[in-house]
């Protein structure tokens, strides 16, 4: 079993950043494959990054490649993305996820997942 709780959602300028950070409970959590995701309103939940239990291998979604960097502290339990040049488009609840299973981008492979943390990118 593993809790989530991400944080460090807030209201951004185009071009700015933000780091959002999301800690884990469990005992387990260094096993894990970790994904961050994306919704925004009217839309499907969307694959962002992901970074494998030992940190070694690193997946990005096109859109936010070059921008957007995964690691994760596995002694601290926390997995982090850092966002870098915003754009609007980014806007949108961000979720962080866990799963067993190899580095991968489907949301139906994640099993826990935490509550969210908005993400807001005014032009």
């Known amino acids: 079993q593993v809790q989530l709780v991400e944080s460090g959602g807030g209201l951004v300028q185009a071009g700015g950043s933000l780091r959002l950070s999301c800690a884990a409970s469990?005992?387990?959590?260094?096993?894990?494959?970790m994904g961050w995701f994306r919704q925004a309103p009217g839309k499907e939940r969307e694959f962002v990054a992901a970074?494998?239990?030992?940190?070694?291998?690193?997946y990005y979604a096109d859109s936010v490649k070059g921008r957007f960097t995964i690691s994760r502290d596995n002694a601290k339990m926390t997995v982090y993305l850092q966002m870098n040049s915003l754009k609007p488009e980014d806007t949108a609840i961000y979720y962080c996820a866990a799963t067993l299973k190899v580095i991968i981008a489907a949301p139906k492979e994640y099993k826990y997942w935490g509550q969210g943390t908005q993400v807001t990118v005014s032009s």
């Open positions: 469990g005992r387990t959590f260094s096993s894990y494959t």
């Open positions: 970074i494998s239990w030992s940190g070694a291998d690193l």
